[in-house]
């Protein structure tokens, strides 16, 4: 799997914005970008992923650079609950590495009340 | 739909004792993924399977098997529990790679003493 970079941490205010950031220099042009966020005690979950295009859904919007060598997560009003280590994944299409699924260290953002 | 299920979620071995980590999942995967993350720490792939039949190690397999008879079902086998290997597991499973989100389970925390 390409490799990603992320900050080991970050801090937000409930009800701000937050910009989780990721690296991926090496992506490779059938790599998407996968995000998954893991709440204490809890398996990880779903939250967003992209090709080229920016992306949103009801939890997040995933913001890819042109060149796709970043990305960036954006949380529009974090609460409480956001609280949480976010995982940024590159996943390729077929075989080979691309079958496994393999989590960094992730960012862990803690939102202040 | 239930997901992907795990059971039991939580046990206590004793040294040397074995046990079968169950994983079940409903969405007609082909891929399940087994992992164990430890305190403060990221989730490291254990064994992966691409389907039926077929399973492949991750980045920690010693001291683990794993078998894939069905679609539905990946369990983990620990033949002789050593306190090394007390950890929480999570088991997850996608339809394909590329763009398919991953589902996980909700874990299972076994201790060794």
């Known amino acids: 799997d390409a490799k990603t970079t992320q900050p080991n941490s970050m801090e937000s205010n409930e009800e701000e914005p937050v910009h989780l950031p990721c690296n991926h220099s090496?992506?490779?042009?059938?790599?998407?970008i996968h995000w998954y966020r893991q709440l204490p005690s809890q398996g990880p979950e779903y939250v967003i992923h992209?090709?080229?295009s920016n992306v949103n859904n009801r939890m997040a919007s995933l913001a890819i650079a042109e060149d796709r060598k970043s990305s960036t997560l954006i949380l529009h009003r974090a609460t409480l609950r956001d609280a949480a280590v976010y995982y940024c994944?590159?996943?390729?299409?077929?075989?080979?590495?691309?079958?496994?699924?393999?989590f960094g260290k992730g960012t862990l953002l803690t939102v202040n009340p | 739909n239930a997901g992907v299920t795990q059971t039991p979620k939580f046990r206590i071995l004793k040294i040397g004792q074995s046990m079968t980590l169950q994983c079940t999942q409903d969405?007609?995967?082909?891929?399940m993924y087994w992992y164990r993350q430890d305190p403060g720490m990221g989730l490291k792939l254990i064994y992966y399977?691409?389907?039926?039949?077929?399973?492949d190690k991750g980045e920690v397999p010693n001291g683990y098997n794993v078998s894939r008879s069905t679609t539905e079902d990946f369990p983990l086998r620990l033949e002789l529990a050593a306190p090394s290997q007390t950890s929480v597991y999570f088991c997850?499973?996608?339809?394909?790679?590329?763009?398919?989100?991953?589902?996980f389970g909700q874990g299972t925390r076994l201790t060794v003493v």
């Open positions: 090496t992506i490779s042009g059938t790599d998407y």
């Open positions: 994944i590159l996943r390729g299409l077929g075989g080979g590495s691309n079958y496994k699924l393999t």
């Open positions: 997850a499973s996608t339809r394909g790679t590329g763009g398919t989100e991953a589902f």
């Open positions: 399977s691409v389907g039926a039949g077929i399973t």
């Open positions: 969405m007609n995967h082909n891929y």
């Open positions: 992209g090709l080229t």
